[in-house]
């Protein structure tokens, strides 16, 4: 689950660009320092949920033009305008392992082994930071094929695969041909007696991606 105290507020997202799903992010940082899968977060509603970036471009220094996953016209992208951008600490690169690299390439004075001790260590902090949830392989074995279905708006679709690359576990579901992305956190219920998971999207959830 995505947590507010992970979070970094990195700009906003301002209005769209064009019709293809473009949207202007105003921002001082550097898309390019993004680690690993890059996905911006924002409250929906009271729901932090994540948004994965297809691919982005500078457009001057203080702003970058954004283009999401499954998210293909005006219409859909104006649903972010306004909000605030946040990202997760553990993705953006830090000054202090920007300047010790800089340091390294300038002197060139350690030892292979100092350099293969620092690369090791680098390595087990990356892979510390990736370790999926504790419930990500329950969540994976046990929800595939359950039909979501939301408070107010009934059967949405069966759940037909498990996204679980984050710690904002994501059932993948076809709604109307497309494919959606719903967070675990928005789970109100789940009967694995009735292979269902009961959801509360917030309002408007949906319209993103339809």
Known sequence: MIREKDLLKIGQLTKPHGVKGEISLLTDYDMRDISGDPFIVCDMDGILTPFFIEQFRPRSSSATLVKFENIDSEEKVKLLSGKAAYLPSELMISPETETETETETETETETETETEAKAKAKAETKAKTKTKPKNAATARNNLNGYLVTDEAIG????????????????????????????????????????KTVGVSLPEGFLNIYV
Do not use: C, R, W
Request: aromatic share 4%.
């Open 155 to 194: 059967e949405i679709g069966q759940v037909k695969d498990i996204d679980d690359s984050t710690m904002n576990i994501l059932l993948k579901i076809d709604y109307k041909e497309f494919e959606i992305l719903v967070p675990l956190a928005l789970a109100v219920s789940i009967s694995h007696e009735e």
